[in-house]
């Protein structure tokens, strides 16, 4: 790039960003598109762009407006139709031992009042149709939604046993934790997990202000950005630490508060007067005596060991959701992994998304238990630990065959999560329990390509020619990676051999440009 | 032409329907205002004609900013219901076009962030066979490259702040704001939006010197 150019792209990537250019900074912006083809054609497109924007509405099907102010106007009212009702809905006065006279009196009274008053307005109103009343319902505070997700080892909801998938929590109510741990999501998109012998209470509910008073131990708080005029905080004490969309955790230990702030920025206040920003991988220590906020830094494995307590939270980050449990056992002797997550105490409870879910039990021996699972959204699904304190049923605990689509999806989950190597065994689960299926031959492909993004290019070499020996839909990926393989091996001849067998048989396809270039560097007939 | 005095007139909502038709006719600000207080009064007169007057712009910004004509008629339709439930925040101080597009860019961008979950979602059921390959098999490296292909290839980010600023004319601050991203964040968008341009019309020149 000439330094003509290299001002030309500064200058145009300040105009792209939104800066206004001083005018002869602008002249010189649209000169040089003039000498040069390719930013001509960049002018040329923001050009375009904008016309987009400019242009002339577009015309509307007719449907769209009458489907809009359907559902306007179909929102539900609250519209009296007789005023009886009215005082039906008015509490009902208990009868007293009083004696009917005075109540006649006041009753002709009120009749009198209501003929003088109809007879007077009547005449008046007499030209117009009277509108049946509309009765406007007074609108009390929304509540937001809170609910019990998952609870592990000693979990208590204001003194009874945890329920996770049941009625949503109650504002007022507490959730306490011996040895285990609790989340509980609130909507929209707010996720507090407590550590052991910890104790929090829904102190607010209402939508605009939630509100959690942690009474001892670690609450973690992770949430989404608050919308205006929306808050979270969790507060102890006096200390309030309110958020807006970030993660942070609060611990109470006697007197004192430590408030960490592992993500974003948290405002924490005390009393009335003192009030402090904290930012990301900082504290605020808040100790009853001196009054005053101390701000430190956090150390990284603090920082690791609070990310680890909301760790779980991608159980049930889906909207098709059942709840899995994992019955009792003895405390301590056991505790479970689901989907390879942190492993957590029994008895467990939690919501996870429908689908299939790896289950691994773990002993406090080191014997392991592996179980794969299918949960159904809405349902509840039970299961017993193999083990009952036994190592040796642990070891020859049964293991459920998953159907050849639950592995995809289980290695589908591993790959999103960027774990190719836990996606390449199930994979080859899939091919060995089900080696005559039509995904054991698809997911050849899938793997070479793993195989060749982890350096095992020999192995990725075998699964594409492997998929290659029958053909398929996937037959311009296949030799397309073979061709990659074979150039990672080193074997240029077989690569060119491949490149030729590919743009012969997909002249148009994705990678001919890339191929074309590449069997001109590597020469030959 | 028709006038009508307030003064006239004890119940606001009273006779409304009697006064929509000549305050469609009256091109400014005032009128913009009453039209909308009659929408607010849920007059459905004036709600047809505030519908009427914004559907098409709606449906164009709803068009800019979704991918799809299917996703845009839905937030299209969204957004004019927001619109007309809004009625009573609309102020003189700006115009009902204007007013409009805003309200229009909020529901759009939050119904495809809602859709994009969606998708999320279902994406979990595609057979693994189609991983991680998902573009479109075959394109000829002779066709030239488009502003739809640009678009096809940023991210929903870059994509809706691109649009926002180069289509729609709104500033860094304003898509900041609409998008609820911090400003160097929207920047960095947009650059990065350019250069993914910059990068595929280069790769385009040398494909077709590399023809000749």
């Known amino acids: 790039m000439t330094g003509h150019d290299r001002r030309w792209d500064e200058l145009q990537t300040r105009w792209a960003q939104g800066e206004r250019l001083s005018a002869e900074d602008e002249r010189a912006r649209l000169a040089h598109a003039e000498h040069d083809a390719i930013a001509r054609r960049e002018l040329e497109l923001f050009a375009e762009m904008r016309a987009r924007g400019a242009a002339p509405g577009d015309p509307v099907a007719p449907a769209l407006i009458g489907r809009a102010l359907e559902a306007l106007n179909g929102s539900p009212r609250l519209r009296l139709v007789t005023a009886t009702s009215e005082r039906a809905a008015q509490a009902p006065v208990s009868p007293g031992p009083r004696s009917r006279v005075p109540r006649l009196a006041v009753a002709a009274l009120g009749l009198a009042v209501a003929s003088a008053f109809i007879l007077f307005f009547g005449a008046s109103s007499r030209s117009r149709p009277t509108p049946p009343p509309v009765v406007r319902a007074t609108m009390t505070p929304r509540l937001a939604r809170a609910e019990l997700v998952l609870a592990a080892g000693q979990v208590q909801v204001t003194g009874r046993r945890s329920g996770v998938g049941q009625n949503p929590l109650d504002q007022g109510e507490s959730v306490t934790t011996g040895e285990g741990r ?67 955790a609060v611990r109470r230990e006697g007197d004192v508060t430590d408030v960490i702030v592992v993500e974003g920025i948290v405002e924490v206040t005390r009393g009335r007067d003192t009030r402090q920003l904290v930012d990301a991988h900082s504290r605020v220590v808040a100790s009853l005596p001196s009054g005053t906020l101390v701000k430190t830094a956090v150390g990284r494995r603090e920082e690791a060991r609070l990310v680890a307590l909301g760790a779980p939270r991608g159980l049930w980050s889906g909207a098709a959701l059942g709840v899995l449990e994992l019955t009792p056992a003895p405390p301590g002797a056991l505790q479970a992994t689901i989907d390879d997550e942190e492993p957590l105490p029994l008895p467990l409870q939690t919501l996870v998304g429908a689908g299939t879910h790896r289950v691994r039990w773990r002993e406090s021996g080191g014997a392991e238990s592996t179980v794969l699972t299918d949960i159904v959204a809405g349902e509840t699904r039970r299961l017993t630990p193999p083990v009952a304190g036994s190592v040796a049923t642990a070891v020859v605990a049964p293991i459920e065959k998953p159907s050849a689509t639950s592995l995809l999806e289980l290695a589908r989950r591993e790959l999103v999560r960027s774990r190719p190597r836990q996606a390449l065994v199930l994979y080859e689960q899939l091919r060995t329990t089900y080696p005559t299926s039509a995904e054991a031959r698809t997911v050849l492909v899938t793997m070479g390509k793993l195989e060749l993004d982890l350096g095992r290019s020999q192995r990725a070499l075998g699964r594409f020619e492997a998929y290659l020996r029958d053909g398929g839909t996937l037959v311009p990926e296949a030799l397309a990676g073979k061709a990659r393989a074979l150039r990672a091996l080193g074997r240029s001849a077989d690569e060119r051999r491949a490149i030729q067998q590919y743009l012969a048989m997909h002249p148009g396809g994705f990678e001919a440009p890339l191929f074309t270039k590449r069997l001109s560097e590597l020469g030959g007939p | 032409m028709k006038t009508y005095n307030f003064s006239d007139r004890p119940d606001p909502v009273d006779g409304i329907r009697d006064r929509v038709e000549s305050l469609v006719t009256l091109p400014n600000a005032q009128a913009d205002v009453e039209l909308m207080a009659a929408v607010a009064a849920n007059e459905p007169s004036a709600q047809r004609v505030v519908a009427q007057r914004l559907a098409p712009r709606v449906r164009k910004v709803a068009g800019l900013l979704c991918r799809s004509g299917a996703d845009a008629d839905d937030a299209a339709q969204a957004a004019l219901i927001e619109i007309l439930r809004s009625a009573a925040s609309f102020r003189v101080a700006t115009s009902l076009e204007r007013w409009a597009d805003r309200v229009t860019v909020r529901t759009t961008l939050r119904t495809a962030h809602r859709e994009r979950s969606r998708r999320g979602l279902l994406e979990r059921w595609v057979p693994a066979d189609l991983l991680p390959w998902g573009a479109p098999l075959v394109r000829s490296p002779l066709e030239e490259v488009s502003l739809d292909a640009l678009l096809g290839r940023l991210s929903q980010e870059r994509f809706q702040a691109f649009v926002l600023h180069h289509a729609l004319d709104y500033t860094v601050e304003e898509i900041a704001e609409l998008t609820g991203a911090p400003l160097g964040t929207v920047k960095d968008r947009l650059v990065m939006a350019r250069k993914q341009l910059r990068k595929l019309l280069c790769a385009e020149a040398r494909t077709r010197g590399g023809d000749r």
């Open chain 1, 182 to 248: 609790a989340c509980l999501t609130i909507d929209p998109g707010i996720d507090v997990c407590l550590a052991a012998h910890s104790a929090v209470q829904l102190a607010s509910l209402a939508a605009a202000s939630i509100r959690l008073r942690v009474e001892r131990g670690t609450a973690l708080a992770t949430l989404s950005r608050r919308a205006p005029g929306s808050s979270f905080s969790l507060v102890t004490g006096d200390v309030s630490a309110v958020a807006h969309g970030t993660t942070y």
